[in-house]
């Protein structure tokens, strides 16, 4: 039986851009927290970074500055990961790669108390594949928290194939404590937000590659039809061509090379040229130079939102269908992950299942490609008239 304690000691390992915003959540919260990174640089510019947190936290009033105290002195600083044996909870948000990160968790577990709990921050892996390093794998399980851990209000929690069930209620539990919004998601690639999101990008791209409209114009109508607050192209500039190409690849094989998650060429050729996008300056877009207009054409900005919203929907009817998610959560994910103006299982509900089936049929008998197929419950939905 798992169980996390009001005052619970939380351990985090790695010390970048993740370990140290869920470090500030679990500090602000109240607990005691042991941050570990292998790089004592990186544990420095941590710290320097937390302090300045708390304090303009403070000054804006969203915190007291006794409490911002409280929270800095809460955090302990180490390169040692022995210093976690009092943790009753780890959460490990290291280098995404698989060996080490089992590597890390077999050591761990050396370290923790039985009944401590063993979460990943992966946004890729597998969790089962992780906890597989621990003998005692019934406490370790994923706790996906999204960039800037402190504003994004959404965590996925993925129960690997032996995670308890008392493992799993115990960090639902801590995590809405913590304010979070909380998904449960099964172990398949890339969860629910990563996989739902793919034909955003996957479709823009195709059709900008063939000619049916430029970047400009496919993000004008993302955003003025769709009440997206960014279009496909501007998001893939923004996320940078090394993460979302590298996330895209991974995906497509992880599915098995399913034609739904094909990578593009068109991307491919940024990430060769080095035009990661804003961080570089130049991407699908030219940073240094004016930005391009869009075509401003209300039925070809149609067409292009509906084919996208039209595969987002399509994805998510599947995951539906594949018991990933229940339907509230795939919805509540991505509006609380990636900000979608709304769930898509809403939107299918609204636009009518019917008509979403009638667009990706249109898209199959069009390309005769796979990519396209409609899901069997999407399917099922829009013959029978039915909401999901
Ligand atoms: P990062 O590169 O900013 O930080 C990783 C830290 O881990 C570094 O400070 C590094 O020194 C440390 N580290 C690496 N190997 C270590 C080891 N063996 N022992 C101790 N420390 C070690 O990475 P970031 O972006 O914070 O990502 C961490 C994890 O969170 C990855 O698994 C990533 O996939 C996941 N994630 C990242 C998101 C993002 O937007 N950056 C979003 C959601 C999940």
Redesign the pocket.
Known sequence: MFNLSENACIGV?????????ITQIAAQNGHKVCL????AP??EK?QTLLKTTFYKLAEKGKISPENAEKAIQAIRFT?A?EDLYSADLVI??????LA??K??FSRLAAIVKPEAILA??????SVTSIASSVKNAERVLGL????PPPLMPLVEVVPGLASADSTVQSILALMKKWGKKPVLAKDTPAFIVNRLARPFYGEAIRMMEEGIADCATIDWAMKTFGQFKMGPFELMDYIGHD?NYVVTETVFAAFFYDPRYRPSFSQKRLLEAGRLGKKSGHGFYNYGAAMPEPQKDEVLGRIIMERIVAMLINEAAEALLLGVASASDLDLAMKAGVNYPKGLLEWANEWGAHNVYTVLKGLQETYGDDRYRPSALLRQKALQNERF
């Open positions: 390992i790695g010390a970048g851009a993740m370990g140290t915003g570990v990174d292998a790089s990186a544990l941590s390169t990961l490990e948000a290291i280098v995404e790669n080490i990160k590597e890390i990943t921050n992966t946004s890729s892996l996906h928290f999204f960039n993460v």
